[in-house]
């Protein structure tokens, strides 16, 4: 009898552990998916050119995505919600433009008010964008494809057709981009600390962890008491507060700052957030993986810089990186479907 | 007729003179119903009987017009479906709704995980928890296996270990046993019975009678939205309870007229589609009105859309006079003369803004187009010949469908297939949704089409309809036909032990 329960218990350890395993295995399988061809893209450029590999190439390719993936952050968090965020662009341009233009009327404006600043400004037009979808049931590609429009109208009735440039802002600002703590670039440790807090946050928050319930099923949500319109406008006032901090950062990145400035960079952050595994209809996905996504991105644009080759290559390729994920996304959730229902079974 | 319970004084939920309605339709009328600690009561009735608006009161999912909820003898308002569970009301859904996407553990405590004093969530704690439940529940499930990929049973078993988590005093399971197998029923009931011991009290609803009597000490029977009785099961049997869900009047509908009855127009040999229907046969004849009766899930509507070749069948036959022929597609339906009038009028039948005129028109463009254009006086003059003949009221044939009211959308719908000329009808639910003056006129039109020559079936969830309107009565359950009654012999009783399964259990 006692021999019996515990082979029993045995068993039921071990099936335990292994679908623990297993299934570890296969939430992983997107972000090893991408080392791998993050790997491949190193190996062939390298024989291609020997500029390549090296540590200083390698700052740069995680500098020139340092400020996107900031971004990326709040974008998957939306995403996950299963909604979008299209208007961040516009945010960062605006953002950027007001607190440089501040600077340049009061340049004693300590960089720390600058930041709160942009901070703000981010969280109020993200709030505004959270309202429209969340109590106003506007679909948020349609009601972020709107704020994308009329956040840049504004960004341009503000600018007025100026630009600030470098010389009219202090340097202590334009610090913010050029620092070096411990030898890394400052713009890269802020996003790699928002990354890990963020991502610390979805797994340890009840919050976290019902984004993911909203964006898996919105009608289980509902039943099992879930606010939806708290949630959705939580995700985008923080993705409206960390496109407002990459705008600030943006400024003093680019120094020369006019209305125009990130335009089109809600696509490049799309792009990379779903390149990582970030499921486009909500319920899957982690910021660990928007950000593998982002440096894939990335490198492949440095790569195609040092080979000489075309920019426009770059739109081209940027496009089939976004098909490849999102096909190998619907193929591995099939898999895994048919992997666990027939594991169920026998 | 009210027996108290045994166990308890006060009931843990109560409903007080309950009424409820949706625009004209009634769906609840003064029901009381009450639920003690430690009983699985019955909540049976027809389709329609508002066994589901009574569970979405319970839910917080409506909120009733008139009448009153009472937990603990306390009367209490549920605004929501959060404040229901936070009463201790559970809910296990036919098709359990969970978040495909993360583990059972999540699933399970999903809004109100275990913290640590920091506010963080408990990860271990949580899968602990989870895996006791479970193990004290005597189910195997592994909790950190994604929901998606787990069968209909494994997710039920999620659902009660959800309540349970919250400390459910209350659970509604609704037609729980619906998609699982013989094996994971006995399974599901084994767990029923623990939760009993427990002290839940559970609201079981159903209409498999078999399971009913095998778990329930009371049941309470629905029909027409108001209560008819409520007993112990020991003093009822499955006939008087079969008796008591369908005794209505039959006065108030339209009977068919006798029209002559000629050669067999469709015949269908042993159609199966797996997992859907098996082994179906039957004949239809000139001028015959065969009623086709069931629960819903019988498997009457699927058999409808191979005949119109919506779906395919894996075996069997279907022979046109006498001509066995492949209906791989509507179209080829049509060219057979078959026409499909489905149950879901505003998805499938019509589109709601173009005219009544364009509707009735709609499928048979080519006949009134010359040059690919369509002739719009001719359009007008076949239109305005059908909508007289089916006296279709409220405006002009230029009016968009969407102003009518749902009798004359179903007639324009009625219009539309009967402007293709078709020698067989199948009518899915005719009146389902509209009120009874236009319900006796669609039936008089039906009867008058069936007087015409036209083979016509007709498709039913509401008994008195099948049997006045059907010269003879084809019962399915489950997939399976188990039943078959000329005029003569079909009464509500002998048709609703056939369709809930009854008649064979004696028979075996």
């Given at each position: 009898?006692?021999t019996t329960?515990?082979?029993?218990e045995?068993t039921?350890w ?8 297993f299934?570890?295995l296969v939430s992983r399988?997107?972000e090893?998916?991408?080392i791998v061809?993050l790997?491949l893209?190193i ?9 390549f ?7 740069q390719i995680?500098l ?9 952050v709040?974008?998957?968090m939306v995403i ?16 950027a ?6 600077l340049?009327?009061h340049?004693?404006t300590p960089v ?8 703000a400004l981010g969280?109020?037009l993200?709030?505004?964008n959270g ?10 590609i ?5 704020t994308l429009?009329?956040y840049?109208?504004?960004d341009?009735?503000i ?5 600030v ?7 202590s600002f334009?610090?913010l981009?050029?620092?070096?703590v411990?030898?890394i670039?400052?713009?890269i440790l802020?996003?790699?600390?928002i990354?890990l807090?963020?991502a610390?946050l979805?797994?340890t ?5 019902e984004?993911?319930a909203?964006?898996s099923n919105?009608?289980?949500?509902r ?6 319109e ?5 995700t985008?006032l923080l ?8 705008g600030v ?6 120094a ?6 990130a335009t089109g960079?809600e696509l490049q ?8 595994g970030?499921n486009i209809f ?6 660990l993986?928007?950000m593998?996504?982002a440096i894939?991105?990335?490198t492949?644009?440095n790569?195609l810089t040092?080979l000489k ?7 081209a ?5 976004i098909l490849a994920?999102?096909?190998l996304?619907?193929?591995?959730t099939r898999?895994?479907q048919r992997r666990l ?6 | 007729m009210?027996?108290a319970?045994?166990?308890a004084a006060v009931?843990v ?5 309950v009424?409820?309605s949706?625009?004209?339709i009634q769906a ?6 009450s639920l003690y ?11 329609g009987a508002?066994?589901?608006?009574l569970?979405?009161i319970l ?8 009448g009153l909820?009472?937990i603990?003898g306390?009367a ?10 936070a009463?201790?009301?559970?809910v296990?859904?036919q098709e359990p709704?969970?978040f ?16 640590d004093r920091l506010?963080?969530?408990?990860w271990?704690?949580m899968?602990?928890e989870v895996?006791?439940?479970l193990?004290s529940?005597?189910v195997?499930l ?5 929901v998606?990929g787990?069968s209909v049973?494994?997710?039920q078993?999620?659902?009660?270990a959800?309540?349970l ?8 399971m609704?037609?729980?046993t619906a998609?699982l197998?013989p ?11 623990q939760l009993?011991?427990?002290q839940v009290a ?6 498999r ?7 329930a000490?009371?049941?309470t029977?629905?029909?027409?939205g ?7 099961a ?10 008591h ?12 007229e006798?029209?002559a009855?000629?050669?067999v ?6 159609l199966?589609?797996?997992g859907?229907?098996r082994?179906v046969?039957f004949q239809?004849?000139?001028?015959e009105?065969?009623?086709l009766?069931?629960l819903?899930?019988a498997?009457?509507?699927?058999v409808?859309?191979?005949?119109f070749?919506?779906?395919?069948a894996?075996s069997?036959e ?8 492949a ?5 080829d339906?049509m060219r057979y003369g078959i026409a499909y009038?489905p149950?879901d009028?505003h998805?499938q039948?019509?589109?709601l803004?173009f005219?009544i005129?364009?509707?009735i028109?709609l499928s048979i463009?080519?006949?009134i187009a ?6 719009s006086r001719?359009?007008l003059?076949?239109?305005?010949d059908y909508a007289?003949?089916?006296?279709v009221?409220g405006?002009r044939?230029?009016q ?5 009211s749902?009798?004359n959308q179903?007639?324009?719908v009625?219009?539309?297939?009967l ?15 509209i ?5 006796a006129e669609?039936h ?5 089409l069936?007087a ?5 079936l ?7 309809e099948i049997?006045?309107?059907s010269?003879r009565v ?8 188990s039943?078959l009654?000329?005029r ?6 002998k048709v609703m032990?056939?369709?809930t ?5 004696e028979?075996?």
């Amino acid at each position: 009898m006692s021999t019996t329960t515990t082979r029993v218990e045995e068993t039921r350890w071990r099936t335990r552990l292994g679908g623990k395993r297993f299934v570890a295995l296969v939430s992983r399988v997107r972000e090893l998916g991408l080392i791998v061809v993050l790997l491949l893209i190193i190996a062939l450029v390298s024989l291609q050119t020997p500029r390549f590999l090296t540590p200083g190439n390698f700052e740069q390719i995680l500098l020139s995505i340092a400020i996107l993936a900031i971004v990326a952050v709040g974008e998957t968090m939306v995403i996950l919600t299963r909604n979008v965020d299209l208007s961040v662009g516009s945010m960062v341009g605006m953002t950027a433009f007001v607190c440089a233009d501040v600077l340049k009327n009061h340049p004693q404006t300590p960089v720390m008010l600058i930041i709160v600043l942009g901070c703000a400004l981010g969280a109020m037009l993200g709030a505004v964008n959270g309202l429209i979808v969340a109590l106003g049931r506007v679909p948020a590609i349609v009601a972020t494809l709107g704020t994308l429009y009329l956040y840049r109208g504004l960004d341009s009735y503000i600018a007025g057709g100026t630009q600030v440039s470098a010389y009219d802002v202090p340097d202590s600002f334009l610090a913010l981009a050029t620092t070096h703590v411990l030898g890394i670039p400052a713009l890269i440790l802020f996003a790699a600390a928002i990354a890990l807090i963020f991502a610390y946050l979805l797994r340890t928050t009840r919050a976290g962890r019902e984004l993911y319930a909203l964006g898996s099923n919105p009608d289980a949500a509902r039943l099992a008491g879930l606010h939806r319109e708290r949630l959705i406008l939580l995700t985008f006032l923080l993705s409206g507060l960390l496109s407002g901090f990459a705008g600030v950062l943006w400024g003093a990145r680019f120094a020369t700052v006019d209305s125009g400035a990130a335009t089109g960079l809600e696509l490049q952050v799309v792009a990379a957030v779903v390149v990582g595994g970030v499921n486009i209809f909500g319920g899957s996905g982690t910021i660990l993986g928007a950000m593998l996504g982002a440096i894939v991105l990335g490198t492949i644009d440095n790569a195609l810089t040092l080979l000489k080759l075309s920019q426009f290559w770059l739109q081209a390729i940027d496009g089939a990186a976004i098909l490849a994920a999102v096909t190998l996304d619907a193929l591995i959730t099939r898999w895994l479907q048919r992997r666990l229902v027939s594991g169920r079974q026998r | 007729m009210e027996i108290a319970a045994p166990q308890a004084a006060v009931p843990v939920i109560e409903l007080v003179g309950v009424s409820k309605s949706f625009g004209a339709i009634q769906a609840l009328k003064e029901v009381d119903l009450s639920l003690y600690a430690g009983e699985v009561h019955a909540l049976v009735g027809e389709n329609g009987a508002g066994k589901s608006t009574l569970v979405k009161i319970l839910a917080g999912v409506h909120r009733p017009d008139r009448g009153l909820l009472k937990i603990n003898g306390e009367a209490v308002e549920l605004r929501s479906p959060a404040q229901a569970q936070a009463a201790g009301i559970a809910v296990i859904h036919q098709e359990p709704t969970l978040f495909p996407d993360l583990d059972v553990a999540e699933n399970v405590f999903m809004g109100h995980q275990p913290r640590d004093r920091l506010g963080r969530i408990d990860w271990r704690r949580m899968y602990r928890e989870v895996d006791q439940l479970l193990q004290s529940l005597g189910v195997e499930l592994n909790v950190y296996l994604p929901v998606r990929g787990l069968s209909v049973a494994d997710r039920q078993l999620v659902e009660i270990a959800r309540a349970l988590s919250q400390d459910a005093r209350v659970l509604i399971m609704d037609e729980p046993t619906a998609s699982l197998s013989p094996r994971e029923v006995d399974d599901l009931f084994g767990i029923v019975e623990q939760l009993r011991a427990r002290q839940v009290a559970i609201l079981f609803v159903s209409h498999r009678l078999e399971e009913v009597f095998r778990l329930a000490s009371r049941v309470t029977v629905l029909r027409d939205g108001q209560r008819v009785i409520t007993a112990p099961a020991q003093v009822l049997t499955p006939e008087e309870t079969i008796r008591h869900m369908v005794g209505r009047e039959l006065a108030a509908l339209f009977p068919k007229e006798e029209a002559a009855i000629g050669d067999v127009v469709l015949e269908v040999r042993h159609l199966t589609r797996a997992g859907v229907f098996r082994d179906v046969s039957f004949q239809l004849r000139r001028g015959e009105i065969l009623g086709l009766a069931g629960l819903v899930g019988a498997g009457r509507t699927e058999v409808a859309r191979v005949l119109f070749g919506i779906d395919q069948a894996e075996s069997g036959e279907i022979l046109i006079d006498g001509r066995v022929v492949a209906i791989r597609s509507p179209r080829d339906a049509m060219r057979y003369g078959i026409a499909y009038v489905p149950e879901d009028r505003h998805q499938q039948g019509l589109i709601l803004d173009f005219s009544i005129a364009k509707n009735i028109t709609l499928s048979i463009l080519q006949r009134i187009a010359r040059f690919s254009l369509v002739r719009s006086r001719q359009e007008l003059k076949i239109a305005a010949d059908y909508a007289e003949r089916l006296r279709v009221r409220g405006g002009r044939l230029t009016q968009p469908v969407r102003a009518l009211s749902g009798g004359n959308q179903q007639k324009v719908v009625l219009g539309k297939w009967l402007a293709t000329e078709p020698r067989i009808l199948i009518l899915d639910e005719p009146t389902r949704g509209i009120d009874i003056g236009a319900k006796a006129e669609v039936h008089r039109i039906i009867s008058e089409l069936a007087a015409r020559g036209l083979a016509i079936l007709l498709i039913s969830s509401e008994l008195p309809e099948i049997l006045a309107m059907s010269d003879r009565v084809l019962v399915m359950h489950e997939g399976r036909v188990s039943g078959l009654f000329s005029r003569a012999e079909a009464d509500q009783e002998k048709v609703m032990l056939a369709a809930t399964g009854q008649n064979s259990r004696e028979s075996r």
